[in-house]
């Protein structure tokens, strides 16, 4: 069984002290492959770093919306040279987050349609964040003018009529550790059962939202833990779990061009 983490931030100073270890884990647990998602230009040139240096490690280049509030023109242009390295497969990650409101709810969807349109000028898929947009972020995606929509929404955790759209729109779905939480996933159980299989991706969000059984012992996530959302998806799935994971597997892929 082989597993592609599809969105973490290794590239957290929290991994600094036992970096190669946690890379180790995540290989004993049939992790192949991760995928850094950047959030600000420095996370983003930070994660092309590692990613040099590290067989089977890709990137992303993005402006959070968290961040968005500070994002200039000179920072996207930044963050499509460099894109041009080989290791970079998707620009993310971008999108709105209404719920924290780090920055005002315009600038984000200011710069969140710029991050769409040099995404889609370079070829790129996206990688999403949504949260609490109460329908801002779907309008924003469904009015874009692509040609060809590639992308995964994130850590989803919206309704049932939120991913239908976003399927229906021709994106994929990321599943994170939340789907192995007994009352907090769920809703999120319920709607995994639903996804098409080649639409699937799996993730671990590290160092956030570590999943269970590892929550109950460790605060930090890491790539190895996704794994434990593999099984998870595969029991409530009711498919067996290699054919299942070869399948996210080469979703996760086809979509990064890896």
Not at 5 to 16: G, K, L, M, N, R
Not at 185 to 214: C, K, S, V
């Amino acid at each position: 069984m082989r597993l592609f983490d599809s969105h973490c931030h290794i590239d957290d100073a929290c991994f600094e002290n036992d970096f190669s270890s946690m890379l180790e884990r995540a290989h004993d647990a049939g992790v192949e492959a991760v995928m850094i998602a950047g959030v600000t230009v420095d996370t983003s040139q930070k994660a092309i770093r590692i990613a040099r240096k590290h067989r089977n490690i890709y990137t992303a280049v993005g402006i959070h919306p968290h961040d968005a509030e500070g994002c200039t023109t000179d920072m996207i242009q930044i963050l499509k040279d460099l894109a041009q390295n080989e290791c970079v497969r998707a620009w993310g990650e971008i999108g709105l987050d209404f719920n924290r409101m780090h920055s005002p709810a315009k600038v984000q969807e200011t710069w969140f349609e710029a991050q769409m349109a040099a995404a889609h000028e370079l070829g790129l898929p996206m990688i999403f964040h949504e949260r609490d947009s109460m329908g801002r972020f779907l309008e924003m995606i469904k009015d874009f003018p692509f040609t060809e929509p590639r992308g995964v929404v994130h850590c989803f955790s919206g309704t049932r009529t939120e991913m239908f759209a976003y399927l229906d729109l021709g994106f994929h779905i990321g599943i994170t550790g939340i789907l192995t939480i007994k009352k907090r996933g769920a809703e999120l159980r319920e709607l995994a059962r639903m996804i098409p299989e080649n639409r699937i991706l799996i993730e671990t969000d590290a160092p956030y939202l570590t999943p269970a059984p590892q929550k109950n012992k460790v605060r930090r996530n890491e790539p190895a833990f996704v794994k434990s959302v593999m099984e998870r998806l595969a029991e409530v799935r009711n498919e067996d779990i290699e054919t299942l994971s070869e399948t996210v597997w080469n979703n996760t892929c086809k979509l990064f061009a890896v």
